[in-house]
Nanobody
């Protein structure tokens, strides 16, 4: 599976962005999808994940209630809607595909190249 994330940019605190991750290659619907982020000088951290069908989603405490993950299996795309953005959300955001829903980055098999989100305060 090849993944390409896009949609990042510069936004003011309190604003919104929607990230997209387009997949190609093997059957997209066979994979759990996740979003992770990595801020400068910090480890990569879990943001959200979604089941194969899209019926179940999970979030880190830091984004719960502000971010929403969704997927469109017909379009081979997963989305991350980010609302009420804060300066601490500034990071490179990565999408990932795996076999098991987990918050652990090593458990995901495929990764996109990352897209930078910068939130100005």
């Amino acid at each position: 599976v090849q993944l390409q994330a896009f949609g990042g940019g510069l936004v003011q605190a309190g604003g919104s962005l929607r990230l997209s991750c387009a997949a190609s290659g093997r059957a997209f619907s066979n994979y759990v999808m996740g979003w992770f982020r990595q801020a400068p000088g910090k480890e990569r951290e879990f943001v959200a994940s979604i089941s194969r069908s899209g019926g179940n989603s999970y979030y880190s405490d830091s984004v719960k209630g502000r971010f929403a993950i969704s997927r469109d299996n017909a379009k081979n795309t997963v989305y991350l809607q980010m609302n009420s953005l804060k300066a601490e959300d500034t990071a490179v955001y990565y999408c990932a595909a795996g076999r098991v829903i987990t918050t652990a980055p090593p458990r995901y098999d495929y990764w996109g190249q990352g897209t930078l989100v910068t939130v100005s305060s």
